[in-house]
């Protein structure tokens, strides 16, 4: 019976994932003896079309593939792997019971990294695939490592741009109000409906402006928001925080028909800063307003984790349009914006914030028309 190498030594965590390709039963079974856990999981097919199939299904990190079987032989099957983007990149060591040098050409041409000739030993075979997983992933790490140095330079550049353009956009909007104050006080009543109106909306779209400044800064790091983040957060009843919230709300006027609706049971207990709470929901609510036309239905609730922790749940109904894709987006700036919902940066900074105070939030569309946020406070 074949014995592993190093036999109870861990060297590979998670397991290796391999998959064989073998039309022999014996050969099968005598390299799935080889290959045990906790250091690998191996999966086998007994053809080629099988093989392909499962390599797809499985995405392992290396094939081991017999080249003499009936039907596709080990050549046609790693062709086919090779023009497919998904699996052109998987290592596949050729088992072979051909020795000729043109085979084995033959074999590094079709795109082999190893072979190994029959009859072989199960131990030259086990460290052939354990150097080739090692390789694997010492490359995958270094190129994981070189992605994130390379995201963190650009996002340290683009937050160098923002925060730049962000400082200027808010000298020039003081002057701008600056400016409109000095004339209306200079003009005092000698201004008609009309003109006054125009002059409010001037007034209006400088205040979103340097509200969307704002939030660049606090997104670039190069302003600190006037939100403090909290230095101790204490149990909060969430219910009685959320009913104050949809109060406060209600007293402001909305272009657009809102009702708001609080399912939370009482007493359910949070550890939070109230502050930052309301801060956050106003985020959501007021880009979820700028982006409905007619109406908007706010209902909050409550649930527990896996953990029996509690997250708070915010639905959102309105007659925006959103797609199913934009879940793995949501938070990431201008992602709302680019589908023609919102501002697109009140997201991000409520996402910034809570995560900012060791909480989580998550963001799923339940239907092109309603969206629900589940905040974890931690």
């Given at each position: 019976m074949a014995e592993n190498l190093d036999s109870g030594a861990v060297y590979f965590k998670p397991a290796a994932k391999i998959v064989l390709v073998d039309d022999s039963e014996l050969n099968r079974d005598f390299i799935r003896m080889a290959?045990?856990?906790?250091?690998?999981?191996?999966?086998?097919?007994?053809?080629?079309?099988?093989?392909?199939?499962?390599?797809?299904?499985?995405?392992?990190?290396?094939?081991?593939?017999?080249?003499?079987?009936?039907?596709?032989?080990?050549?046609?099957?790693?062709?086919?792997?090779?023009?497919?983007?998904?699996?052109?990149?998987?290592?596949?060591?050729?088992?072979?019971?051909?020795?000729?040098?043109?085979?084995?050409?033959?074999?590094?041409?079709?795109?082999?990294?190893?072979?190994?000739?029959?009859?072989?030993n199960h131990r030259e075979l086990i460290a052939r695939v354990k150097t080739n997983i090692e390789n694997r992933r010492l490359i995958r790490q270094k190129d994981n490592m070189m992605q994130m140095v390379m995201q963190d330079k650009r996002n340290s550049a683009i937050a160098r741009i923002a925060g730049g353009i962000s400082h200027n956009i808010n000298n020039m909007l003081s002057t701008a109000f600056g400016n409109i104050g000095l004339l209306e006080s200079l003009l005092q009543d000698k201004l008609d409906s009309t003109t006054q109106e125009a002059m409010q909306d001037v007034q209006l779209s400088l205040s979103k402006i340097q509200l969307l400044a704002k939030r660049f800064l606090v997104l670039s790091g190069h302003q600190q928001p006037t939100w403090s983040i909290a230095e101790s957060k204490v149990d909060l009843d969430i219910q009685r925080i959320v009913n104050d919230f949809i109060e406060n709300n209600r007293e402001q006027q909305s272009r657009v028909n809102t009702?708001?609706?609080?399912?939370?049971?009482?007493?359910?207990?949070?550890?939070?800063?109230?502050?930052?709470?309301?801060?956050?929901?106003?985020?959501?609510?007021?880009?979820?307003?700028?982006?409905?036309?007619?109406?908007?239905?706010?209902?909050?609730?409550?649930?527990?984790?896996?953990?029996g922790k509690t997250l708070l749940v915010l639905e959102i109904e309105s007659d925006f349009t959103l797609p199913h894709d934009i879940e793995e987006s949501i938070f990431e700036p201008f992602a709302l914006s680019a589908a023609n919902v919102g501002s697109g940066l009140a997201f991000s900074v409520a996402k910034n914030l809570i995560e900012r105070n060791g909480g989580k939030v998550t963001a799923k569309v339940l239907s092109p028309n309603c969206l629900a946020f589940r905040i974890l406070f931690e």
């Amino acid at each position: 019976m074949a014995e592993n190498l190093d036999s109870g030594a861990v060297y590979f965590k998670p397991a290796a994932k391999i998959v064989l390709v073998d039309d022999s039963e014996l050969n099968r079974d005598f390299i799935r003896m080889a290959f045990k856990k906790p250091n690998y999981e191996i999966f086998t097919a007994a053809d080629g079309l099988e093989g392909i199939e499962l390599i797809n299904k499985m995405e392992p990190e290396l094939i081991l593939l017999d080249i003499m079987m009936p039907g596709l032989d080990g050549y046609d099957v790693a062709a086919v792997l090779k023009e497919d983007p998904k699996t052109t990149n998987i290592p596949i060591i050729f088992i072979t019971a051909l020795n000729d040098i043109q085979d084995k050409l033959k074999a590094f041409e079709a795109g082999a990294v190893d072979f190994v000739s029959k009859p072989f030993n199960h131990r030259e075979l086990i460290a052939r695939v354990k150097t080739n997983i090692e390789n694997r992933r010492l490359i995958r790490q270094k190129d994981n490592m070189m992605q994130m140095v390379m995201q963190d330079k650009r996002n340290s550049a683009i937050a160098r741009i923002a925060g730049g353009i962000s400082h200027n956009i808010n000298n020039m909007l003081s002057t701008a109000f600056g400016n409109i104050g000095l004339l209306e006080s200079l003009l005092q009543d000698k201004l008609d409906s009309t003109t006054q109106e125009a002059m409010q909306d001037v007034q209006l779209s400088l205040s979103k402006i340097q509200l969307l400044a704002k939030r660049f800064l606090v997104l670039s790091g190069h302003q600190q928001p006037t939100w403090s983040i909290a230095e101790s957060k204490v149990d909060l009843d969430i219910q009685r925080i959320v009913n104050d919230f949809i109060e406060n709300n209600r007293e402001q006027q909305s272009r657009v028909n809102t009702t708001y609706s609080n399912e939370i049971p009482e007493n359910t207990i949070v550890k939070y800063d109230t502050s930052l709470i309301f801060e956050c929901l106003q985020l959501i609510t007021q880009e979820t307003q700028d982006a409905a036309q007619e109406y908007v239905n706010f209902r909050f609730a409550s649930e527990k984790d896996e953990a029996g922790k509690t997250l708070l749940v915010l639905e959102i109904e309105s007659d925006f349009t959103l797609p199913h894709d934009i879940e793995e987006s949501i938070f990431e700036p201008f992602a709302l914006s680019a589908a023609n919902v919102g501002s697109g940066l009140a997201f991000s900074v409520a996402k910034n914030l809570i995560e900012r105070n060791g909480g989580k939030v998550t963001a799923k569309v339940l239907s092109p028309n309603c969206l629900a946020f589940r905040i974890l406070f931690e």
